[in-house]
T-cell receptor
């Protein structure tokens, strides 16, 4: 089955810790994205990547970092610099990032809670 | 600043009725429009995309786009309790990587 997987499903972080969220896709999509969703809010873009070894900041990149060493994988690290990291994190992918007919598909999400 | 506005609801409709969900957007350069369904605690699921003015039908769902009025809507015919969810409108400018999401409309279908 083709799809997007995210792990873990739930993650608890202590103050001052860095944590890494995993995102893998086997859809052969070129572009991958990380969004954050807070209760009652729309999704906000953290980072995106159109090709391997290249990524761009979204609207709320401060306190986050990413890497794109493989086409299938786009992990997100939430650093201690992110002051309010408790949220639902969603990874998405699409065939191409710069066409008008680009549909984004989402993984199941990781719910991060700061203790 | 690009904005996408949706009525937060909740919108309550009886089972079998037509549910009408509305979305307005601020950026006239927007060219691609998407509707996602999100069940409580789950991730968004793409249900409709529309790129040109007019109606696009897929089963019980119809998306309507009016670029002159900067308005996109989603109609759900013969609403079922399983349609109860939050519906997110997303807008993409042509040639852009980014989707701008509305905050969503919560739909409740009453049996």
């Amino acid at each position: 089955d083709g799809g997007i997987t995210q792990s873990p499903k739930y993650l608890f972080r202590k103050e001052g810790q860095n944590v890494t969220l995993s995102c893998e896709q086997n859809l052969n999509h070129d572009a991958m994205y990380w969004y954050r969703q807070d209760p009652g809010q729309g999704l906000r873009l953290i980072y995106y990547s159109q090709i391997v070894n290249d990524f761009q900041k979204g609207d709320i990149a401060e306190g986050y970092s990413v890497s794109r060493e493989k086409k299938e994988s786009f992990p997100l690290t939430v650093t201690s610099a992110q002051k309010n990291p408790t949220a639902f994190y969603l990874c998405a992918s699409s065939r191409l990032a710069d066409t008008s007919y680009n549909e984004q598909f989402f993984g199941p999400g990781t719910r991060l809670t700061v203790l | 600043q690009k904005e996408v506005e949706q009525n937060s609801g909740p919108l309550s409709v009886p089972e079998g009725a037509i549910a009408s969900l509305n979305c307005t957007y601020s950026d006239r350069g927007s060219q691609s429009f998407f509707w996602y369904r999100q069940y409580s605690g789950k991730s968004p699921e793409l249900i409709m995309s529309i790129y040109s003015n007019g109606d696009k039908e897929d089963g019980r769902f119809t998306a309507q786009l009016n670029k002159a009025s900067q308005y996109v809507s989603l109609l759900i015919r013969d609403s079922q309790p399983s349609d109860s969810a939050t519906y997110l409108c997303a807008v993409k400018q042509g040639g852009s990587y980014q989707l701008t999401f509305g905050k969503g409309t919560k739909l409740s279908v009453i049996p």
